[in-house]
């Protein structure tokens, strides 16, 4: 049974930091594609963050370029989320979520996308 499950969240000043963890069971992380998303009241879920099976490189969306750093560690079959430079408009529940199904050559951004997810951590930034 996979299982993933976020910590991390919390309330922080704008300008400020955190790290997100997504601790997986069930599957190895160094073999999927992984990524964050998250979802503000009122709005879709939408794509932050990704790492691809193939050599783990990593992909953002435009708003968390250069504030954002996504990771692995194989060794305890974690996932990452690096956030710094915060902003008011990074509130919302994050969630980590990762592919089970066969890959291709593409990057993957969509909800549809991904097979198993977090419960999601809250971050709230204030202003």
């Known amino acids: 049974q996979v299982q993933l499950v976020e910590s991390g969240g919390g309330l922080v000043q704008a300008g400020g930091s955190l790290r997100l963890s997504c601790a997986v069971s069930?599957?190895?992380?160094?073999?999927?594609?992984m990524a964050w998303f998250r979802q503000a009241p009122g709005k879709e879920r939408e794509f932050v963050a990704g790492i691809s099976w193939r050599a783990g490189s990593t992909y953002y969306e435009d708003p968390v370029k250069g504030r954002f750093t996504i990771s692995r560690d194989n060794a305890t079959n974690t996932v990452y989320l690096q956030m710094t430079s915060l902003k008011f408009e990074d509130t919302a529940v994050y969630h980590c979520?990762?592919?089970?199904?066969?890959?291709?050559?593409?990057?993957?951004?969509?909800?549809?996308?991904?097979?198993?997810w977090g419960q999601g951590t809250q971050v709230t930034v204030s202003s």
């Open positions: 069930g599957r190895t992380v160094n073999s999927l594609p």
């Open positions: 979520a990762l592919r089970a199904r066969p890959v291709s050559g593409r990057l993957y951004y969509a909800p549809d996308d991904y097979d198993f």
